[in-house]
């Protein structure tokens, strides 16, 4: 029932953007804590981003890996139960499968799980 479905990954060149989408479903999207992974292959995965809703002001916190850090944004939209990641001046040590995911943990207790989506690929070469 819970679907989480990443979007936009690619091939791109050194300097270029991308953006990542991710649509979710069957969770009450507004209380979850949406963020970006990213796993290279031999390596961890490891947090790109995360955004924190807070719902009875409409601010959402938002964090970044220090390597993303001014070049990746992450936003969302409750409305479309859609959190997005955009990527510029792209690198290519950000060659990895991009994972959506979605924690419910903080927002409903007892009740909180944790998703994944099935991953997108970024690719970074000239």
């Known amino acids: 029932q819970v679907q989480l479905v990443e979007s936009g990954g690619g091939l791109v060149q050194p300097g270029g953007s991308l953006r990542l989408s991710c649509a979710a479903s069957?969770?009450?999207?507004?209380?979850?804590?949406m963020g970006w992974f990213r796993q290279a292959p031999g390596k961890q995965r490891e947090l790109v981003a995360n955004?924190?809703?807070?719902?009875?002001?409409?601010?959402?916190?938002?964090n970044y890996a220090d390597s993303v850090k001014g070049r990746f944004t992450i936003s969302r939209d409750n409305a479309k139960n859609t959190v997005y990641l955009q990527m510029n001046s792209l690198k290519p040590e950000d060659t990895a499968v991009y994972y959506c995911?979605?924690?419910?943990?903080?927002?409903?207790?007892?009740?909180?799980?944790?998703?994944w989506g099935q991953g997108t690929q970024v690719t970074v070469s000239s």
């Open positions: 995911n979605a924690d419910g943990r903080r927002g409903l207790g007892n009740f909180g799980r944790n998703y």
């Open positions: 069957g969770i009450v999207f507004s209380f979850y804590d």
């Open positions: 955004i924190i809703p807070h719902t009875n002001t409409n601010y959402a916190d938002s």
